[in-house]
C-alpha cells in the first residue's frame, strides 16, 4: 500500500512537472512571437520613413533591421529572429 502511494505521488510529481515546462515553452514561444512581430512591425516603420531611398527598398527584413540598427550604433543581435522568414 505504501509503495503504490508512492508511485502514485511520483507520477503526480512527474506530470508537475512536465506541465510547468510545457507551460513555461508556451510562454517563450509567445514571447518570441511577440519579439519577431515588434521587429516587423518596426521595420515597416522604417520602410515609411525612407522609402524614397531605393538601396533599402529591396533588402530583405534581416539586412534592412541590420543596417538600421547599425545606424543608431545599436547590437544587432535582435534581428537573428528575421534571418531566412520570408518577406511579406
Not at 522609402?51 to 543596417?67: E, P
Amino acid at each position: 500500500m505504501l509503495g503504490q502511494l508512492k508511485t502514485i505521488a511520483a507520477l503526480l510529481l512527474v506530470g508537475a512537472v512536465v506541465l510547468t515546462g510545457a507551460f513555461q515553452l508556451g510562454k517563450y514561444k509567445q514571447r518570441q512571437e511577440g519579439a519577431i512581430q515588434q521587429l516587423k512591425s518596426d521595420i515597416r516603420a522604417e520602410r515609411e520613413r525612407v522609402k524614397d531611398d531605393a538601396k533599402t527598398r529591396n533588402l530583405s527584413d534581416y539586412d534592412f533591421c541590420i543596417q538600421s540598427l547599425r545606424r543608431r550604433g545599436m547590437q544587432s543581435a535582435d534581428c537573428e529572429q528575421l534571418r531566412g522568414l520570408a518577406q511579406e
